[in-house]
């Protein structure tokens, strides 16, 4: 099941898409369908999602195939639009990433515990969106395709083997990032955060689509131009010790949002190093999940 959030008429709502992606049920509808009330917004409706609740979204879908807004109709806007709290984030979470970017201050050669960092909840914005290049302020505009878990369920000191449990499900994020701030203010908190920094979408796919363990190729093109391609198998922390890990003394809320880090092939560590300008196209793409196309303004 793909869920998503989007715009029909003045109304900004979360819906399912059906199995080839042509319409949306609209969250409410579903409820009507359930005879009980459901949460207008994808944000609310994964608070209460229990396994439960999500087999008779799954049931009462396939018995209403004919139901649902065209999705000609709709603009998709991220999922999870406003979120919560702010975004964590792993840096450094595939070898070959390690490597090309050794000049990054903080960074040692590969981790031996994750590294966290944190972006602003208002970075955020949507699929087909613009990712403002802020000239004013940087000159290092880069990409990083990323795979985003999406929380479920609250918990702390959560066991690896128990993390699935806690997952909701899976979108892709592009970890927007001016290199030139990141270096410059040690920490990457301000380098991560400038407003759209964090394109998100197109859909959460449901975890129960994707059983762990994940082996999804993870690419991203600038203007059709191949510049990262892994999988996702190849994550130093896997997605069960990333969770149980942060969740460690730290309770996990259900529309959390957790960047898993990502491949090699940025454009900061290209040579000569390939920033983002003003009309580039980039695509985020991870297969099952999508992808997510914005271009830099
Ligand atoms: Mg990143």
Redesign the pocket.
Known sequence: MKFITYQYNAFKEGGILNTDSTKVIPLKTLGKLLNTSLPEQLTDFIEIASPDLIDKVKKTLSEHPELGISTQQIRLLAPIPQPKRNIF???KNYAEHAKEIKNIPTLVDLPENPIYFSKLPTAVTGPNTVVLSHPNTTKQVDY?V?LAIIIGKAGSDIPKTDAEDYIFGYTIAN?I?ARDLQKKHAQWYKGKSLDTFCPLGPAIIHKSDLPLPLALDIRSRVNGELRQHSNTSQMIFDIPSIISDLSQGLTLLPGDII?T??PAGVGFAMNPPQFLKRGDIIEAEIESLGILQNTIE
């Open positions: 984030c792993l840096g990083e990323e970890d990032t960047l880090g990502t």
